[in-house]
């Protein structure tokens, strides 16, 4: 009798929640170009759901920038 009050219980419990997955939001790919090879790499990663690279910039190579 105990186990089936606890059944129960847990039963009335778990069934007023709703248990959805919220569809992931779709990204808009259509910003990268596809002329080039790195906008083709990028729209690639835009669709795979991947975030974006990080651009290349050579300013934290600077070797005449003052260290603090």
């Not at 606890?6 to 919220?22: D, G, Q």
């Not at 906008?39 to 910039?57: A, I, T, V």
Request: hydrophobic residues 30%; glycine residues 2%.
């Amino acid at each position: 009798m105990k186990k089936i009050n606890v059944l129960l219980i847990t039963l009335a419990l778990t069934l007023p929640y709703n248990i959805s997955f919220a569809e992931e939001t779709k990204r808009d790919c259509s910003q990268y170009s596809s002329k080039t090879a790195l906008g083709q790499y990028d729209k690639w990663r835009c669709k795979k759901g991947k975030p974006p690279r990080e651009k290349f910039s050579l300013k934290k190579f600077n070797i005449f920038k003052k260290k603090n």
